[in-house]
């Protein structure tokens, strides 16, 4: 925990291990949960996307800050055991829309009345008010990354530093 005195790039740091931590955290729980149905936690991303309205791969690559690649890998295997199917995009020829089927439905249902048991027990004892400046708190600090980010992509090749 840091002290007072430690430099906020300290404080900066330990909240992002906190981060990853709890992401990866997250990350075994959902293989866990959807592993008992027959997929991952990976494709049930995916299916989540999907559900509320039909989208490219391109499209649920960018909700999920995945790269399309990956995401498209994740759609064919959701594809190819009848989770999900590709509609026609009259936008685009070649991109066609990914949607759920019916099992695909279904399987999302009994995911998510899984996971309302898994948040029930995360939750317990935490307050809305708590979480949602967290939230706020987070969505800010992932603007200033964002922005400081793009500020490094702009700087001109010649003046980067080497890496260490």
């Known amino acids: 925990m840091p002290t007072t005195s ?4 300290e ?10 931590r709890l992401h990866g955290q997250v990350l075994e729980a959902a293989d866990r949960m ?32 995945l790269q399309r690649q990956s995401v498209q890998r994740t759609v064919d295997f959701l594809r190819e055991d009848g989770i999900v199917e590709i509609a026609e995009n009259l936008d685009h020829r070649r991109a066609g829309l990914v949607t759920l089927t019916d099992p695909g439905r279904e399987r999302l249902a009994a995911l998510e009345r899984r996971q309302q048991a ?7 004892g935490l307050d809305r ?10 969505a800010n600090l992932a603007d200033r990354v964002e922005d400081a980010t793009a500020h490094e992509a702009a700087r001109p090749q010649g003046r980067k530093r080497a890496a260490a």
């Open 6 to 9: 430690a430099p906020i790039e």
């Open 11 to 20: 404080s900066f740091q330990d909240a992002l291990a906190a981060l990853f």
């Open 34 to 65: 959807a592993g008992d149905v027959g997929l991952t936690g990976a494709r049930w991303q995916v299916m989540r996307v999907v559900a509320k309205r039909p989208l490219t791969a391109s499209q649920v690559a960018r909700r999920l800050g």
């Open 118 to 124: 898994w948040l029930q027990r995360c939750l317990l």
């Open 129 to 138: 008010a708590g979480l949602d400046a967290l939230a706020v708190g987070l």
